[in-house]
């Protein structure tokens, strides 16, 4: 019951979102001619370009595993990537994670918790690079220093970027006093969480700690550093060859990552299987600030939305068959992930050892 009611809410999140995003539509005809007129070319690298970020975290993943398994091979890695955003494409909750962290516990061997705490490291960095990229082009000479309606974008960024940076600061303190932090998380929890929601807690904050090791070696902080930018920047490419697909050449490319980060964080909202309704309301949002009209704006969104849906699910799916694993398996998965954590998170190894990696 409590599942359907939060599909449900998402749902309905998703429903007001297409809503906002399309009202301001005259002519549904000039949004399918606008398609139908769309450079097909630029689309088609717009599209290559969303599915080959598959392959960037993948590679980029390497980085974020080696304090705890430094020899897990790229196809195991890519398999449970692209597990993991099929699932989330196609099921609600956003359980392709818990579905990315079994399948790649399950072919190359390592702790579930361990590979979690990769997956938050991971995590914490998008979002860390995410505001970067966003303040970074909104002090670009190219950005519209404008309020969109009632909104002003630099205060919401603010507002992110210190909720970025809270979690960034218990990260780190975490991987550098990870027994002094966990205490005094967890004497403040026992203050203010009934038991039955604390003990969870602090174990998979013990559990976590396995897998921060990174945020201690300066050689690969500044390596993961390096990877979420170029992995940001390189998606920002798609963006930029989806507005030109679509005639929108008012925006620059500070513009498309800008649209990047602001997508990437609107996201987080829960809503529906592919995240439909937030993303085409931040491209709204976004578009809104360089003038772009109603219906070139639908267009762009809803195709480039599709298209990206479509190519980055069919990849995953095919990896599900690989891995006999079905959608409905996902509450299975998603089970197993969450009894591992709370099993025995001290049993795992400490920060900074290796887990014996396994083969795919």
Known sequence: MKQHLKT?????IAAFFLWWSTKDVKSWAEVGNAVRHADWGYFALACVATTAGLWVRAWRWKVLLRPVAPDVAFQPRLAAVSVGFAANNLLPGRVGEFMRVWSLSRLAGI????????????????????????????????????TAGKVD??????????????????????ALAPAWTVG???????????????????????????GLGILRDPKLLLLSTVWAVGQWVFLSLSYLWAFRAFHITEVPFMGAIFMQALVSMAVAIPAAPGFFGT????????????????????????????????????????YMRKLDLKPGDARRTEEEVEQAVEADPRSFPPAGAAAEPGGA
Do not use: N
């Open 8 to 12: 449900l809410v998402g749902l309905a």
């Open 111 to 146: 702790p579930i918790p361990s590979v979690l705490a990769s997956l938050v490291v991971e995590r914490v960095f998008d979002g860390l690079t995410c505001v970067g990229l966003l303040l970074l082009a909104m002090a670009s000479p190219s950005f519209p220093h404008l």
């Open 153 to 174: 974008p630099i205060a919401a960024a603010r507002i992110v970027s210190a909720i970025a940076g809270t979690l960034a600061v218990v990260l780190f303190a975490l």
């Open 184 to 210: 005094v998380i967890d004497r403040v929890a026992a203050a203010v969480l009934p038991e039955r929601v604390r003990r969870p807690l602090v174990d998979a904050l013990h559990a976590f700690v396995g």
């Open 279 to 318: 993303f085409e309301a931040a491209s709204k949002f976004a578009l809104g600030l360089w003038g772009v009209d109603a219906t070139r704006t639908v267009a762009y969104a809803l195709g480039f939305h599709v298209g990206g849906f479509v190519t980055v699910t069919a990849v995953g799916l095919y």
